[in-house]
Nanobody, 129 residues
Framework: QVQLVEFGGGSVQAGGSLKLSCAAS????????MAWFRQAPGKEREGVAA????????YYADSVKGRFTISQDNAKNTVYLQMNSLKPEDTAVYYC??????????????????????WGQGTQVTVSS
């Protein structure tokens, strides 16, 4: 049974940093596409960042480029999201997601929520001004 569990959410002031972790069990994080999505109250879930774990290619939403970094530790079956220079508009529940199939995320595909089979339960990130 595949499980994705997120850690590291919390409350910070604007300009601060947080690092989210997504620990996968029953799933091998190598050579696949893993991503972080977020959902703010009253808004649709949106893609934040994705990582092709085999090719080590990364993809970011324009709103977080230069501030967020997605990375992995295959030995720990864990994917991370380092978030710096946080803004109040980054406030949301952050979800880790993983595809069932191997392969690249692809720049034209990584934002498609329906392509991700596995999802974590989410972790709250709150940024105050």
């Amino acid at each position: 049974q595949v499980q994705l569990v997120e850690f590291g959410g919390g409350s910070v002031q604007a300009g601060g940093s947080l690092k989210l972790s997504c620990a996968a069990s029953g799933y091998t994080t190598s050579s696949t596409c893993m991503a972080w999505f977020r959902q703010a109250p009253g808004k649709e879930r949106e893609g934040v960042a994705a990582l092709s774990t085999g090719a080590l290619r990364t993809y970011y939403a324009d709103s977080v480029k230069g501030r967020f970094t997605i990375s992995q530790d295959n030995a720990k079956n864990t994917v991370y999201l380092q978030m710096n220079s946080l803004k109040p508009e980054d406030t949301a529940v952050y979800y880790c997601a993983a595809r069932a199939a191997a392969g690249d995320c692809y720049s034209w595909l990584w934002l498609r929520r329906q392509d991700y089979k596995y999802w974590g339960q989410g972790t709250q990130v709150t940024v105050s001004s």
